[in-house]
């Protein structure tokens, strides 16, 4: 990690400065580049304004925190593609950003303006027809509400506020994986708005290539207008069984060997997630195990008697809709914004109990060793049932054969802990990849750091196919900062 994020006190200079200096745009009177092609209704604020807070969109980490010089919040379609069209033959680098979620190496340094899609907040659901479209401002909380009203359901991520197409476009994975496959599997169709300023289409009957790359690569070549989705009856009425296990740290070695005996036949419906916890105050460490079963009470009980067998010394079961089952990455905090946030992560083909218990270990010297950390480390694991069956090369997201998916959450409440932090997480990490079965690195590219490169994203066999489409939609590297594909 080289690039650290700027001090608040820096970044302030930097504000303050780039209005005057010679970059991305910064320098330039936006109201009068853009204000003449859009729509009374589109906002444009320069960063040193004061109204800039309300038309730039939100960021999840602090950590490399683009220094945006002014931020542009397109009322319609077609103001997006007027600002596209001026913002490139300007010069001017742009991020269009939804929920704010993607974090990635460099990005602090990032001199450009921020393009806000929150105004396209929509969600439109065909019950008849099993169809959904959403608006490139939507987050997925926003549509597991309508999808669950229509009766319907949709594979999805498990939180509430990311940004529903920026979850897609880099692959999708949540708890119903194992019913329906990943977000992009459920994908029929985008609208993308390329570096043109004009809109295609791409669907399995349009531009099949592109949209090959658009499922595990969307963010890099231009922006998605809107995507059209199937969705299913739901599943047990839309109910989902939910299971919190508490255990205590010495019984971490039982646990990670339990959840080893579900590798390659862990059910459809169940998935399991694991929270690594230290309490500074009480200077204990736990483990959280939530275990989701898309179905009922009944059918979940033979799973859930081995995870009570083990004696956690507190259990919750309980019986939610998918509504609610998302939401709560709201009240337990997940969505909070305004953390100074690292995330470290990777893909493993078998749960290793060595592996884990180790780490278990080091984490809890790490936290025990630095007050001003604030880690959580998650595994998750989600049923590959429908992923291995669908061809590997029908899209570029490559990684079907994942078992579980360890993401670590940094929270660092001193910026001279970063690199220490960096330094740890990259340990843990190859830890993490040498014993996963796999020679090459599995990244999911939605939770990467952007230190992984792009064949740990998208792997080395893709990439000539995914730069060729690069070369021929974005030629001029418009698109997808953060999302290298050198
Ligand atoms: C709390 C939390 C929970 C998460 N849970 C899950 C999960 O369960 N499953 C999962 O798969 N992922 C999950 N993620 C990861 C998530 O998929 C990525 O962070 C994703 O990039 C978020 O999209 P966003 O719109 O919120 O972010 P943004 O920062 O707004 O966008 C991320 C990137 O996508 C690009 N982008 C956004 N919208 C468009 C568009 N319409 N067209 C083209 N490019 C676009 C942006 O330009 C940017 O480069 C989670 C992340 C967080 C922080
Ligand atoms: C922000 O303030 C500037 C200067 O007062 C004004 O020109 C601009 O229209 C304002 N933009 C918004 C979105 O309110
Ligand atoms: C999705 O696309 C299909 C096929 O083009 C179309 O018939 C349908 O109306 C779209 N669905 C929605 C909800 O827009
Ligand atoms: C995890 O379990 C192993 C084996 O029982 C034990 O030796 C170790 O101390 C436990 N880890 C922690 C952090 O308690
Ligand atoms: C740590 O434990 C104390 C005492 O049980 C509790 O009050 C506190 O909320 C816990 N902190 C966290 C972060 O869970
Ligand atoms: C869950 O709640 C719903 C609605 O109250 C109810 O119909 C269903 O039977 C409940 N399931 C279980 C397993 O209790």
New binding site residues.
């Given amino acids: 990690m080289l690039l650290l994020k700027l001090s608040p006190v820096l970044a302030l200079v930097y504000a303050t400065t780039a209005h005057t200096s010679c970059g991305g745009g910064g320098n330039r009177n936006l109201e009068a580049l853009f204000r003449s092609h859009v729509s009374p209704s589109t906002e444009i604020a320069s960063s040193y304004q004061i109204n800039f807070s309300t038309v730039v969109g939100p960021r999840w980490s602090t950590w490399e925190a683009p220094a945006w010089s002014g931020a542009i919040k397109p009322a319609l379609i077609s103001d997006l593609k007027q600002i596209i069209k001026i913002a490139a033959k300007n010069n001017i680098p742009f991020i269009a950003t939804n929920g704010g979620h993607g974090a990635k190496t460099g990005l602090g340094s990032f001199d450009g303006i921020n393009i806000n899609l929150q105004n396209f907040n929509t969600v439109t659901v065909d019950a008849v027809n099993n169809r959904m479209t959403l608006g490139p401002g939507a987050t997925l909380g926003a549509m597991v509400t309508e999808v669950f009203a229509a009766g319907k359901e949709i594979q999805t991520g498990n939180s509430w506020c990311p940004g529903g197409i920026g979850v897609t476009l880099g692959g999708g994975i949540g708890m119903l994986m194992g019913l329906h496959g990943l977000m992009i599997d459920d994908l029929q169709s985008v609208e993308l708005l390329t570096a043109s300023g004009e809109t295609v289409t791409a669907s399995k009957d349009e531009n099949e290539d592109l949209f090959w790359g658009i499922r595990g690569a969307g963010q890099t070549f231009g922006i998605v207008t809107a995507a059209n989705y199937t969705v299913h009856d739901q599943t047990n009425g839309g109910f989902v069984t939910e299971a919190n296990f508490y255990y205590?740290?010495?019984?971490?070695?039982?646990l990670w060997e339990l959840i080893a005996t579900f590798d390659n036949v862990l059910p459809a419906k169940l998935s399991l997630q694991t929270a690594m916890l230290y309490n500074a105050t009480t200077d204990t460490?736990s483990i959280w195990l939530s275990a989701w079963y898309v179905g009922s009470l009944d059918e979940s009980q033979p799973y859930l008697d081995q995870f009570a067998a083990l004696g956690p010394f507190a259990t919750e079961i309980l019986n939610l809709t998918q509504v609610e089952v998302y939401y709560q990455s709201v009240t337990r905090g997940v969505c909070g914004t305004g953390h100074l946030l690292t995330a470290y992560t990777m893909g493993v083909g078998r749960t290793d109990p060595d592996t884990l218990?180790t780490h278990?270990?080091d984490?809890?010297a790490f936290s025990r060793a630095n007050p001003a950390y604030f880690g959580q480390s998650y595994m998750q694991w989600y049923s590959n049932k429908v992923n291995l069956q669908t061809p590997a090369d029908s899209t570029v997201f490559p990684w079907r054969d994942v078992q579980a998916w360890w993401l670590l959450e940094n929270i660092i409440l001193d910026d001279s802990l970063l690199s220490a932090v960096d330094d740890w997480s990259v340990l843990q990490r190859g830890n993490f990849h040498a014993t996963s079965g796999f020679d090459d690195e599995h990244v999911y590219v939605n939770y990467a750091i952007g230190d992984e490169g792009p064949a740990a994203w998208w792997s080395e066999a893709n990439l000539p196919k995914l730069r060729a489409l690069k070369a021929r939609w974005d030629p001029h590297n418009l698109f997808g900062k953060g999302y290298s594909l050198e």
């Avoid at 205590?248 to 039982?254: G, K, V």
């Fill in positions: 205590t740290a010495a019984q971490n070695r039982s460490a218990e278990f270990a984490f809890v």
